[in-house]
């Protein structure tokens, strides 16, 4: 049996590690991170060169079952397993970490509607984590920005008034507190990731009552599998493998 784990998250990680050796699974991971954390396993990086390349290679390597296990805003990438899938008959799974509860932070639908959010409350100091893609959204807003991503930003997408910093994740409570404060920040605005690696700097700002601007998560393709967990996935395998022998 091998199995297409779309990955590029610590869920894909432990996924891999607890399905090695018993199952053959190659690991997909999209390339935009420099030195990534590697699960066990074979690894394959970069994209497949759309829908069309994804179905070439699903073919050409005689996957027998696909798990998406991507970051929660990898929307073309899930988009584009899922219709694969669905076209090749493959037994296909979503694994989608629970999102963080939304509370009092202010939702919005993607990085243009946050921008919009920050203006409209004339925040001064913010702290971005929405990545290095969603800087360019903040480009025109008057406002000083902290903006923290894996890679930087590209130049022309930053915000007249910034600094950068590069990390990640996992990061501690009492740090994102320090940073906070050294920054004076008054807003965070983030993505629902869901998941202990980066929930910290929500903790951090409810303890200083600084606001939330949240861009939610975009939506999953109709009539996927989705689980939440890694045990929920390795049943779903246990069970695709245990159908297969029987037949």
């Not at 493959?90 to 203006?119: I, K, T, Y």
């Not at 996992?170 to 998941?195: C, F, M």
């Not at 009552?209 to 996927?224: E, F, N, Q, T, W």
């Amino acid at each position: 049996m091998r199995i297409l784990l779309l990955g590029g998250t610590s869920e894909a990680r432990a996924l891999a590690a607890r399905l090695h050796p018993d199952i053959e699974v190659i690991s997909s991971l999209a390339g935009r991170v420099p030195d990534p954390a590697l699960p066990v396993g074979e690894v394959r990086v970069g994209g497949f060169g759309g829908i069309d390349g994804l179905r070439r290679w699903v073919r050409d390597e005689q996957v027998d079952a696909v798990v998406d296990a991507t970051h929660p805003y990898a929307a073309t990438m899930t988009a584009h397993a899922a219709a694969v899938c669905a076209e090749l008959r493959l037994p296909h799974l979503v694994l989608a970490r629970p999102p963080w509860p939304a509370g009092d932070a202010v939702v919005v639908g993607d990085d243009r509607e946050a921008a919009n959010a920050v203006a409209a409350e004339r925040f001064q100091r913010v702290f971005l984590t929405t990545g290095r893609s969603g800087a360019a959204a903040f480009r025109d807003v008057d406002a000083w920005f902290l903006i923290r991503a894996v890679t930087p930003p590209e130049s022309e997408d930053l915000p007249w008034r910034h600094q950068v910093v590069l990390s990640r994740g996992p990061y501690r409570y009492d740090d994102e507190l320090a940073l906070l404060r050294e920054h004076r920040i008054d807003a965070l605005v983030t993505k629902n990731s869901g998941g202990s690696m980066t929930r910290p700097k929500l903790d951090a700002a409810a303890a200083l009552g600084i606001p939330v601007v949240m861009v939610d998560r975009p939506p999953l393709p109709a009539g996927v599998t989705t689980v939440a967990t890694v045990d929920e996935t390795l049943d779903w395998v246990a069970a695709i493998r245990k159908a297969r022998t029987s037949d």
